[in-house]
Every structure is written in C-alpha cells, then in structure tokens.
C-alpha cells in the first residue's frame, strides 16, 4: 500500500511568487492535514480536512495560504505571494475515520521544503 | 489547551550507552502522547503511542516510553544507542484520539558517537 506521497520534494522559489504543494493521502483516509516546520522551530498545525472539508483551519498564519482538497482526494496547499518566512518543511498526513472502539494513528508524508528566496 | 517540551535540542551518546530523551505534556483532557522519529531525508516516522492503555509503551527498534501522570512526563528510553539511532525524535500530544489534531515538541537531534 502506498503512504502518504507529497509533491514537489524540494522547491526554491523568490519571495512574490506563487507555489503550490501537493499531497496524496493514503487511499480511503478521510482525515488530511497539514503541518508546517519553520527552521529549528517545532512543528505546527495547519489544518485538517475530513474529505473535502475543513474541519479545523485554526493553524493557518495568515490569507496568503490557501488550502483545498477537492473530491476528498489530493490536497493542494498554495501560497501567494510566499514571503521569506514561509519557508519551512511542510508535512501532510493522513488518517482513517476512527470506527467504534478503534483507535488509529496520523501516516506523515516526507514533507516538501520551501526555501523562498 | 495542549503542549509539550523536549528538555534538550541536541543529545549526544555513545553506541552502546542509554539512550534518554525527556518530554514532559501539558494536557486539559486525558492525552494520547506519541513519539515520532525522522531520519536523514525522510518523513516522520511513529516510533510508539501511549493512549490510556499500559503506562509504559514499546515500540518499534528497541525504543520504549513511560506516561507518568504525577510528573506529566513521557520521556523515551533506548538501553543501548547505536549508531542507525542517529536522528531527530519529536515529542507530541492530541486530544480524544490519536486521529486529531497533534501538538508537537520542538524536537530533539540525537548523535551516536563511536
């Protein structure tokens, strides 16, 4: 079974431009969400869809990040215009619906790392 | 409201001594507590979850962890390091289960010396 696969692995852009990352969950896992590391920094909550809705968007910084999940498969997560501080490590992860009595766990992509230059 | 510490950015062991990492929760409802690892260009990893069952958790490569209410601690342990050990271990918490939303610690480098 694939895991959780993020799109592009690496990618350097100039601060004022756009970007947009991609992340493909584990087929059948309705929660989505997206984590950021800011350099030497913990990693933090973005946000997190159950299917194609945000469920909660509470870590999001500010409007220039934009977050979609369309049709509940691949996530999309854009910024414009990305600004230096913005770069970072962005992971995705993905998890089932819990059914009764069950317990489960959040499948991390490898991230992709933003350098804005 | 939820958090977590990881007392020490950087560890540095010999192979073959006691690996300790520390990780001490802040939690408003009862936590489910995780480790995670990641290696050198690679995604995060679980390494082992604690969630209300036995208070001291095994998990994968030797690794184990034990919740400590009283001290609000969940430090993870390893008898021996060697040198594949060599990686960043974060710390983290959630809320009502372990497919929620996860706090994470600002991780921890952990170097294996010969």
């Known amino acids: 079974e694939a895991g959780v696969t993020q799109f592009p692995s690496h990618s350097v852009i100039e601060k004022g431009q756009t970007v947009t990352l991609r992340c493909d969950p584990i087929?059948?896992?309705?929660?989505l969400y997206w984590y950021r590391r800011v350099m030497g920094k913990e990693i933090k909550f973005l946000l997190h869809?159950?299917?194609?809705?945000?469920?909660?968007e509470s870590g999001m910084p500010n409007n220039r990040f934009l977050a979609e999940r369309t049709g509940g498969t691949y996530s999309t997560l854009k910024v414009q215009p990305a600004e230096l501080e913005d770069s970072g490590v962005y992971f995705c992860?993905?998890?089932?619906?819990?059914?009764?009595?069950?317990?489960?766990?959040?499948?991390f992509g490898q991230g992709t790392r933003l350098t804005v230059v | 409201a939820q958090s977590v510490t990881q007392l020490g950015s950087h560890v540095s062991v010999s192979e073959g001594a006691l690996v300790l990492l520390r990780c001490n929760y802040s939690?408003?409802?009862?936590?489910?507590l995780f480790w995670y690892v990641q290696y050198p260009n690679q995604g995060l990893q679980l390494l082992l979850k604690?969630?209300?069952?036995?208070?001291l958790v095994k998990g994968i490569n030797g690794f184990e962890a034990e919740f400590k209410k009283s001290e609000t601690s969940f430090h993870l342990t390893k008898p021996s390091a060697h040198m594949s050990d060599a990686a960043e271990y974060f710390c983290?918490?959630?809320?009502?289960?372990?497919?929620?939303?996860?706090?994470f610690g600002s991780g921890t480098r952990l170097s294996i010396r010969p």
């Open positions: 983290a918490v959630s809320g009502y289960s372990s497919a929620s939303k996860i706090i």
């Open positions: 992860a993905s998890s089932p619906n819990l059914k009764q009595g069950e317990d489960t766990e959040a499948f």
């Open positions: 604690y969630t209300s069952a036995a208070t």
């Open positions: 087929s059948g896992h309705d929660n």
């Open positions: 939690s408003s409802v009862p936590p489910y």
């Open positions: 869809f159950v299917k194609e809705s945000k469920q909660d």
